[in-house]
């Protein structure tokens, strides 16, 4: 991205950015409750980052993806999740479910979407999915009207600080943060 320097929204209206991630916190314990585990949260949080061109957020959710145990191999396949047999048949209508959303402009969620996903989640799991996905696509909106960095990793993790923001819906745990910028 380029480096012309950008507002950072997170620190010039703390106040929004903190309900912000008050909102995640509390979408967090919905998916929990409704029993989405940190797997498929993990999975349509890297999606909606990947379609949104959100580089930080797949940075930082494919770091929380191989804490909550996935593997490269999983990890890899899910932009391409219609053609890889590796997610089962709950983690594929909430990737759907997570590209409805992602393009919802587009015409909402289409009914067939609404109804294949309908048919093999529960309406709280639904539910839930759909707050994550709500608050991923708003962490996404952010990262990028900032163009938050993404900078090569020398083989460790990356550094951010912790005045930024959370990891969007990744369940109660230390929050996700993006790096400082002086915008």
Same mark, same amino acid.
């Given at each position: 991205?380029?480096?012309?320097?950008?507002?950072?929204?997170?620190?010039?209206?703390?106040?929004a950015y903190?309900?912000?991630?008050?909102f995640?916190?509390?979408?967090?314990?919905?998916?929990a409750?409704?029993?989405?585990?940190a797997?498929?949260?993990?999975i349509v949080?890297?999606?909606?980052?990947q379609?949104n061109?959100?580089?930080?957020?797949v940075?930082?959710?494919?770091?929380?993806?191989?804490?909550?145990?996935?593997?490269?191999?999983?990890?890899?396949?899910?932009?391409?999740w =219609?053609?890889?047999?590796?997610?089962?048949?709950?983690?594929? /209508? @909430?990737?759907?479910? $997570?590209? &409805?959303?992602?393009?919802? !402009?587009e015409?909402?969620v289409p009914?067939?979407?609404?109804?294949?996903?309908?048919?093999?989640l529960?309406?709280?799991?639904?539910?839930a999915?759909?707050?994550?996905?709500?608050?991923?696509n708003?962490?996404?909106r952010?990262?990028?009207?900032?163009r938050?960095?993404v900078?090569? =990793?020398?083989g460790a993790?990356?550094v951010?600080?912790?005045? /930024? @923001?959370?990891?969007? $819906?990744t &369940?109660p745990r230390a929050p !996700?943060?993006?790096p400082?910028?002086?915008?």
């Amino acid at each position: 991205m380029g480096e012309e320097r950008r507002v950072h929204l997170s620190k010039k209206a703390p106040e929004a950015y903190e309900a912000l991630r008050s909102f995640s916190t509390t979408v967090g314990r919905i998916a929990a409750e409704a029993g989405i585990d940190a797997r498929l949260r993990e999975i349509v949080q890297i999606h909606a980052s990947q379609l949104n061109g959100c580089a930080f957020c797949v940075r930082v959710h494919v770091d929380a993806a191989v804490k909550a145990g996935l593997d490269a191999d999983v990890i890899a396949q899910i932009a391409t999740w =219609r053609e890889s047999g590796v997610f089962d048949e709950r983690e594929r /209508a @909430a990737l759907e479910l $997570t590209e &409805a959303f992602t393009f919802i !402009h587009e015409g909402g969620v289409p009914d067939d979407v609404y109804d294949q996903a309908g048919g093999i989640l529960s309406e709280p799991e639904y539910v839930a999915l759909s707050w994550v996905l709500v608050a991923i696509n708003a962490f996404n909106r952010v990262a990028i009207a900032g163009r938050y960095p993404v900078p090569p =990793r020398s083989g460790a993790p990356a550094v951010v600080s912790p005045d /930024a @923001a959370p990891p969007a $819906t990744t &369940a109660p745990r230390a929050p !996700h943060v993006h790096p400082e910028g002086d915008a």
